[in-house]
Nanobody
């Protein structure tokens, strides 16, 4: 059974940076698209970024484009989310998720495997 484990969350000051990691077991990321989502208390889980199974295609939410960068290291079977110029509104639990093999997910419902999340808190 595939498992995803996020790490790298923490408390940072506005304007700072943080790098999240998503390590997978039981699933090879070289064949799967991976997305990052976030959810703040009382709010819907929202899309943040996605990287295609080839690693060449990336997509970002308007709220994070030009600030966040998604990437992956197939050798380590790990996907990363580099977050720069963090804002208080970025505060949330961040989740990584993988969708079907060789697919192009377009909604959160296309993802079938989710991690437990890592907390990111940005202070003002």
């Amino acid at each position: 059974q595939a498992q995803l484990v996020e790490s790298g969350g923490g408390l940072v000051q506005a304007g700072g940076s943080l790098r999240l990691s998503c390590a997978a077991s039981g699933r090879t990321f070289s064949n799967y698209p991976v997305g990052w989502f976030r959810q703040a208390p009382g709010k819907e889980r929202e899309f943040v970024a996605r990287i295609g199974w080839t690693g060449r295609s990336t997509t970002y939410a308007d709220s994070v484009k030009d600030r966040f960068t998604i990437s992956k290291d197939n050798a380590k079977n790990t996907v990363y989310l580099q977050m720069n110029s963090l804002k208080p509104e970025d505060t949330a639990v961040y989740y990584c998720a993988s969708a079907g093999r060789f697919t192009v997910p377009t909604t959160r419902y296309d993802y079938d495997t989710w991690g437990q999340g890592t907390q990111v808190t940005v202070s003002s």
